[in-house]
C-alpha cells in the first residue's frame, strides 16, 4: 500500500492498550489503558509506525511533517477501531412486526415457535437474491462504520439450508472484499431446526454435520462455527456434536449458550476450547469459572437484554471471576436491531455493572481476541494496522458519559481516512 502517510496530532488523549496483543485482557487489567495526553500517531502503509507524545512524533518525523495528510485531533479522544465480535448483518427483510407482539407480552422464544422470529428472517432471506441481501446488508455496514466500527464479525444462519447458507456466507465475504470494514464470517447453519425438520432436530444436525460444515470449509468462507446452544434449539450434545466437527474441518468453536436459561453452554464453550461464548445471561457461576480457567471469551450482548426486556449478563461478575469480557451488538433483524457499539458500551456501564474504561478494552482488543485478531487490531502499537477512530469528547469517560450521541468524527481503517462526520 503507497500513498501519503498519514499524521494524527495532538489528541486530548489516545488510548493504546499496549501490551494486549497476545492475550485479552482480564480483571484489573481491563482498566489498564494506558493514556497519552497530547498523543499522536504516525502511520504508513497502512501500519501504524510510530504512536506517543505529539513532541516524541515531532522529533521523529520533523523533516517529513510536510508530506503527511494531517488531522489535528486537538480537544479530541482517539481510540484503536471499535470491533464488533458478535453480528448476524447478512440477511433481508426485516421484523418491526414483532415489536408489538413482544411489548404485549409474547416471548422471543415463543414468536420463534410459531414460525416467527430467525424462521421469519430464514424464509426472507432464503428468498432475496444475493444481490438484494448484499445492498441491505452494505447499507447496515455503512453504519457500523459511521459509529466508529472497523471490524466485525458476520454470522450466516438464515438459510439453514447449504444453498442459502452459502448465499449469506458468499455475501459476507462480498462485502470484506468490498467495504472499508473487515468483515469476519461464522457459519451458523445451527442458528435453528428449520419448521421442514420439525421434531427431527438430529436429522438436521446429521445435515449439518455431513453436508454444510465440510463444504462450508472446502469453500473457505468461513473461519468459525456457530450453534444457539438452547433447550428447544439444540442440546448441549447436538451442540458438540457439530462444533466437534467444524474443528475437524478447521472452523474454530463459537456458542450462543446460556441465553435464556441455564442450559450448560458456558460449561461447554470451556470443554471444548470455544474462542468465545456469548449471550451468556444465564450462565452458571460453576460455567464462568470454568470460561475463566480456559480463557474463553464471553461476548456479552446487553442490546440484546434491553430490546428484549430481559435480565442483563452479569459482567461485573464475569470481570470479577477473571473471564476476558468483550462486547457486542448483536446486530440483528428481531433480538437487537442496532449498529451503535457505544450505545452497548453505555450499557455496559449503566446495565452490567462494567467501569468506562473495562467496556472500551471490551469493545476493542478483547472482542479483537474474540475472533482471534488480537494481533493485528484492537490497540494501537506499531506494526499494527491503522484502525483508528477519532470521537470528539475529549477523554474516555466522555463517551461513556454523553451517552445516545454518536461521537464518531472521524474513522481511519488501514491508514485511510474512510469516514469523516458532515
Ligand atoms: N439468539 C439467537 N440468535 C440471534 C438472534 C437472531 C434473530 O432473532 O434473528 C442472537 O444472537 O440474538
Redesign the pocket.
Known sequence: MSGKPLYIRNASQLVTLKGSSDAPLTGKAMEELHLIEGGSVWVEGGVIQSVGTDKKIRERYGSRLAEAEEIDATGRLVTPGLVDPHT?LVFAGSRENEFEMRLKGASYMEIMNTGG??HA?TSATREAEAERIYKESRRRLDQFLRHGVTTVEAKSGYGLSLEHELKQLEVAVELNRKHPVDVVSTFMGA?AVPVAYRGRPDEFVDEVVREMIPEVARRGVAEFNDV?CERGVFTPKQSRRILEAGKEYGLAPKI?AD?IEPYGGAELAAEIGAVSAD?LLKASSEGIRAMAEKGVVAVL?PG?AFFLMAEMADGRKMVDAGVPVALST?C?????PTVSLPLIMNLGCLKMGMTPAEVLTAATINAAHAIRRGHEIGSIEEGKKADLVIFDVANYMGLQYFYGSNHTEVVVKNGKVVHRRG
Open positions: 448476524h422470529g430467525i428472517t442458528h444457539f450462543h441465553e449471550h450482548l440484546t448483536d440483528n433483524p428481531g433480538s437487537s
